[in-house]
C-alpha cells in the first residue's frame, strides 16, 4: 500500500529530523511543465556509493522495469498501447509537420507519458488534446512518409500503408476526443445504469457486468483480465509469458513479460544467492501467472534487505473498481543509508506502536516483528508507480505480512525533487491563520515526513484480523478496501503524533508543534486536493477518499474540532481543538479497524459513502480559481536517473554510468525503442540503457 503526495508538495526528508544532510550540487529539479503538470528530475546519488556488481545489478533491474512499462498503458485503457504508438511514432518522426501542430502534439504526449494515458492518472478523469483530428492525422501521415510505423511495436503489427494509418486513425478518434469516450479510468461512483465496471475505462474486465461476477470466483485475482464469451460464460485471461518446455503457453502480455524474464535472468546471474533466488521467483511467477509463485516471491523478497531493491509486477489494485485487478508497476531503488538508520528507531518500536493503539485488545498483534525500513533512491520508476509516491508499504498479502512481516519504503528520491520544486505559496494562500502559516512554514515538512514514516512503519503492519479473515479483508470489503486502509494507515500516524516515545528516539523536534502542523496539513488537505477535481461532485482516488472521510467525520462527529468558514469570500479551515481532533482520531481508528478485521461491508460503505465521497463543486470552483493564481503545478511527473552499461568483448557488461536526462521526450523514446526498432537510431543511441538493451538477448 502506498502513501502518497497530499495536499502540499513541499515536502523535506525524513533524515532532517535525525540532522542527516541533503545531497549537495544538485541542480533545480523542476525541469519541464506542460500546463499544471510539472515534471521534475529524480537523483540517486546513492548509486556511486554501490560496488561494480551492484551497479551491474541495478542496471539489469531497471531494463527489466523498462521492460514492463507498456503493460500499464493497456491495463488503462484498452486504446492505451495504440494511442502510445501513435502518439510516439509521430514526436520521434517530426520531419514536415507543421510546427505549431507538432508542439501541441509534443505537449500532448508528455501529458500522455506522466498519466499512462490519456487519463489523469490522479482524479482518473479523461483529458483532451489541443490539437484537432485533422491536424492528428496530418502529423500521422508525415510521419509515416518519414519512416514512421515500418515496423512492430511489442505485439502491435506494423501500420505499412497510409490506408491502415487511417483507419487506425478512425478507431482511435473517440479515444482521444470524445470526452464522454471512456470519462474516467476508475468509476467507483457512476452515474447512470452503469455500474462501476462498466463505467470504467480500464480494461481489467470486457463484456463483463458486475451481476456477472455475483458467484465467480478469480483463479488469479491480481494478475488476469475477465472477459465474458459469446456462450455467457466468464473467463480469465492470464498474464504470463509462459513456459520454455511449452508445458505452460503463453497469456495476455506475454511479449512484455517475457522481454523481462530475460533481463531478470541477467540480474540474477550478479545477485547474491539470497536475492538470486528473489528474482528466480519473480521469473517463474511471470511464467506461468501461477499465485502460488507470486506467494513464493512475496515470502523470499519481504525477507531480503539488499542494498540494490525493486518491487515488479501486478501489485497495487486502485485502478479496479472491483478491488482485486494488479495493476503493472515496477521500481528499482538503491538505500540511502543515512536516512534509514533513522528509520531503523521507529521500526524497532513497532511493538510499542500497536499496543497503544485505540482499538480493541482482540485486534492487537502481540510481539510484533520489526519491519524492514528503508529510506531509498529510485534509479527507475515504471508502469504505475509514480513520483507522488513518497512511501510504499509492500507486500500487500495479509497471509506474507501474518508470518513474514512487510517492507517499508520512503522514497527519499522524490521528496527531495518535490521539495526542491516548490516553495510555501500554497500554505500562505490557503493556511486559516497567520500562526498556522508561521507553524506550516517551520514545521509543516518535518511534520509531513513524519506522518509519511509512521503511515508506512507503523501503520499498515499493524493490527490482526479475526480468524475468519486470515486471507485478507480485501475479498470483504471489496472496492472500499484500498481507501480504508490508506484512512487507517494515516490514522495511526494522526493517532501517534503526540505520543512522548517519538521524542525519547529522536524523530521528532518540537513535538507540539510539529504534531499541530501534522493535523493543520491534514484538515487542509480537504479543501487542497479539490484543486485536482476540475470537474463532477465527486472523489474517486482512494489517497483523497481517506483524507476527506478522516477530516468530514472527525468535523461531525467531534463538536468543536474541526471549524471551516468564510473570511473575505473565501473559504478556510482549521483545528479549533487538537486535543479533540486526537479524540475523533482515536474512534475513526478503532472503527476502521474493527471493519478491516470484521470485513464489515455494509460498515465502510455507509462511512465511505457519506463522508468520503461527495463534496461542493462550488467549492471546488473556488478552490481551483485560487490555486490557479498561484502559477504553480498541480500534478507532479518525475523523470528517471539513466543508467549506461559498457559491454566487454564477450557481451558482459563491464560498467555502468548513472545519467540524468532532464528530457521528458527522450525517455519515453528510450523505453520505447525497447520494442520497436523502427524509431530513429539517434533517438535511441542517446538513451544508453535503450542501445545497450539492443545488445541483449531477444
Known sequence: MRFRLAAFAAIFLFASIAGAQQPAGQPGALVD????????????????????????????????SIAIDPIIYDQLSSYGLRQKRLLEEIVAHPEGIDPAAMGKITDFAKLFWANRGNHNENTSQKFLPAFTFEELKQAALA????????????????????????RELDELKASLFDPD????????????????????????????????????????????????????KVREQVYRAGTRDGRVPPGL???????????????????????????ADLIRYYQTGDPNDWLKFGADWVRDNSPVDFANGFIEIYRDARGAKGSSQSFVSVTDKPVTDSMVKLSGNADYFEQKAPWEEKYKKRGLRPPIVKAVETLVETGDFHVTTVGDNLPNENEIREKYGSKNFLFTSSTRALNNATGFKSLEEFA???????????YGNEAEDLMTALHEVIGHGSGKLS???????????????????????DLMALWNA?????????????????????????????????RRITRGDTIEEDHARDRQLIVRYIQDKVPGSIEQFDRDGKTYIQVKDYQKMHEGVGMLLAELMRIKAEGDYDAIKALIDRYGVHFDPGLRDQIVARYKRLDMPTYWAGINSRLVARFDG?????????????????????????????LPPRRAKSAGAVRNSRSAPR
Do not use: C
Open 33 to 64: 511543465r506542460v500546463g499544471s503538470t510539472g515534471f521534475v528530475q529524480l537523483h540517486a546519488e546513492s548509486f556511486k556509493a554501490l560496488d561494480p556488481k551492484q551497479q551491474v545489478l541495478a542496471y539489469w533491474l531497471t531494463q527489466a
Open 143 to 166: 510521419a509515416q512518409r518519414h519512416g514512421a510505423m515500418k515496423t512492430a511495436y511489442g505485439h502491435l503489427p506494423p501500420l505499412a500503408t497510409a490506408a491502415q494509418l487511417s
Open 181 to 232: 469516450f471512456q470519462p474516467m479510468i476508475t468509476a467507483k461512483s457512476p452515474s447512470g445504469a452503469r455500474d462501476i465496471i462498466q463505467a470504467s475505462a480500464n480494461s481489467f474486465y470486457a463484456g463483463v457486468s458486475l451481476a456477472d461476477l455475483k458467484d465467480f470466483k478469480d483463479k488469479h485475482p491480481l494478475n488476469s483480465r475477465l472477459v465474458k464469451g459469446k456462450d455467457g
Open 253 to 279: 502480455y506475454a511479449a512484455y513479460l517475457r522481454r523481462a524474464t530475460l533481463y531478470l535472468e541477467k540480474a540474477r546471474a550478479v545477485a547474491d544467492p539470497k536475492q538470486a533466488q528473489v528474482i
Open 432 to 442: 486559516a491563520t497567520p500562526e498556522q502559516t508561521a507553524r506550516g512554514k517551520k
Open 467 to 489: 480468524e475468519r479473515l486470515k486471507g485478507g479483508s480485501e475479498p470483504y470489503l471489496k472496492e472500499y478496501y484500498s481507501a480504508m486502509e490508506e484512512a487507517r494507515a
Open 498 to 530: 503526540w505520543d512522548p516515545k517519538l521524542k525519547e528516539l529522536g524523530l521528532v523536534s518540537d513535538q507540539e508543534e510539529v504534531a499541530k502542523a501534522m493535523y493543520d496539513r491534514s484538515t487542509l488537505a480537504v479543501l487542497l486536493q479539490l
Open 650 to 678: 564477450k557481451g558482459g557488461v563491464s560498467s555502468v554510468e548513472i545519467e540524468y536526462p532532464q528530457n521528458a521526450v527522450r525517455q519515453y523514446l528510450s523505453y520505447a525503442a525497447m520494442y520497436d526498432r523502427g
